[in-house]
Nanobody
Framework: QVQLVESGGGLVQPGGSLRLSCVATGELAGLLKLDWYRQAPGKQRELVAQ???????YYLDSVRGRFFFSSDSLLNSVLLQMNNLNPEDTAVYYC?????????????WGKGTQVTVSA
């Protein structure tokens, strides 16, 4: 059993900052990566940021230079520092984990944390 718990969302004015945190607990022996997705109303879920040893750190084009991904492998956690937020960043942000379970990659999702950017 794997649990992903996000925190740090909220309401912020345009230009403001938030820091999201995700902590993974449970059977994590096969953990491959943790990353961040978001889903705005009426839109598909999209990958916001991830980091892998082979491919480095990826950012969605619209957040590059404003969002910063970091991870702590010892604590099985990831952070997403979000700066200079704008209304287009309003979405539910999800932590996603990819684990090998009996040799098969399996995805796990947190429940999400709401980020609302509004004046």
């Amino acid at each position: 059993q794997v649990q992903l718990v996000e925190s740090g969302g909220g309401l912020v004015q345009p230009g403001g900052s938030l820091r999201l945190s995700c902590v993974a607990t449970g059977e994590l022996a096969g953990l491959l990566k943790l990353d961040w997705y978001r889903q705005a109303p009426g839109k598909q879920r999209e990958l916001v940021a991830q980091s892998t040893p082979t491919d480095g750190t990826y950012y969605l084009d619209s957040v590059r230079g404003r969002f910063f991904f970091s991870s702590d492998s010892l604590l099985n956690s990831v952070l997403l520092q979000m700066n200079n937020l704008n209304p287009e960043d309003t979405a539910v942000y999800y932590c996603h984990g990819r684990l090998l379970v009996a040799g098969t990659p399996v995805s796990y999702w947190g429940k999400g944390t709401q980020v609302t950017v509004s004046a």
